[in-house]
């Protein structure tokens, strides 16, 4: 491997030679360069820089057999040929040609089996068009489209079986719906949810078992409702009680 550090060499492997390439009289003006700006180079910068200097070139380029070359030339290629690489065997190509293609080309994938894909995917929609990625099976899916879909859409996921996708939920969910949260499983979850509850309804989590929670009561609800909290078994809930009560008697 020492030996093939300065070769130029393809995608399989193979030593390039200008002689030898299609491309040879755009070399000789200066459109190309062996390890610099080459579309048989295997290294991506080199693709990169060579559809730059010739993005006429790309649409020839596009059933290349190296993934890269089609991803690359995908993105100077003409827009009308590239509906077919939406189904191309390699993420990378379809990514590339989804971000310059209509919208509705991207939502036909919706349910590509590629996760990762999925979740890049998840990042292009809004509102209802999420709407069927919001039971995806990969978390990861579900925590972009948590973050995105609209407020009033977010209850049909406080049920979610990942805390971290709840999390993001309780954080979004319109203010109304708070309290189909309050006995979530997850004590991460019930602090986001008491730390956007109201004042008058944040003392409805005082005998939370996360003193975490209990602390955010004692720190925000009226002082008539903290007094169970006087003995709390933890200190800093304690404290907070303490002082704000001799603080209302002053």
Same mark, same amino acid.
């Given at each position: ?67 890269? #070359? /089609?991803?690359?030339? +995908?993105?100077?290629?003409? =827009?009308? *040929?590239?509906?077919? %690489?939406?189904? $191309? @065997? ?98 991460? #979850? /019930?602090?986001?949810? +008491?730390?956007?509850?109201? =004042?008058? *309804?944040?003392?409805? %989590?005082?005998? $939370? @078992? ?41």
């Amino acid at each position: 491997m020492v030996g093939n550090i300065d070769k130029a060499l393809d995608w399989e492997g193979n030593r390039l030679d200008c002689e030898t390439c299609v491309h040879l009289a755009l070399s000789e003006t200066g459109g190309c360069r062996l390890k610099h700006a080459c579309v048989n180079d295997r290294c991506p910068p080199s693709i990169e820089r060579f559809f730059e200097w010739n993005p006429d070139l790309a649409d020839g380029y596009l059933s290349h057999p190296h993934f890269e #070359v /089609r991803a690359i030339a +995908a993105k100077s290629a003409n =827009v009308f *040929l590239l509906p077919p %690489l939406i189904y $191309d @065997p390699n993420e990378k190509v379809q990514w590339n040609a989804i971000l310059r293609l209509p919208k509705r080309y991207a939502l036909q994938l919706r349910k590509h089996p590629n996760p990762e894909l999925r979740k890049q995917l998840a990042t292009l929609f809004d509102g209802e068009e999420l709407l069927p990625m919001a039971s995806d099976e990969y978390y990861y899916v579900r925590l972009v489209v948590a973050s995105r879909i609209e407020p009033l859409l977010l209850p049909r996921m406080v049920d979610d079986e990942e805390a971290e996708v709840r999390r993001v939920v309780a954080r979004r969910i319109p203010d109304e719906c708070l309290l189909r949260m309050i006995n979530d499983r997850d004590a991460s #979850v /019930r602090l986001e949810i +008491a730390r956007r509850l109201s =004042v008058q *309804l944040v003392s409805l %989590l005082q005998h $939370d @078992p996360d003193w975490r929670i209990r602390h955010e009561v004692a720190s925000r609800a009226p002082v008539t409702q903290i007094f169970s909290l006087v003995h709390d078994p933890h200190s800093l809930v304690r404290e907070v009680v303490s002082s704000r009560i001799a603080g209302d008697r002053r």
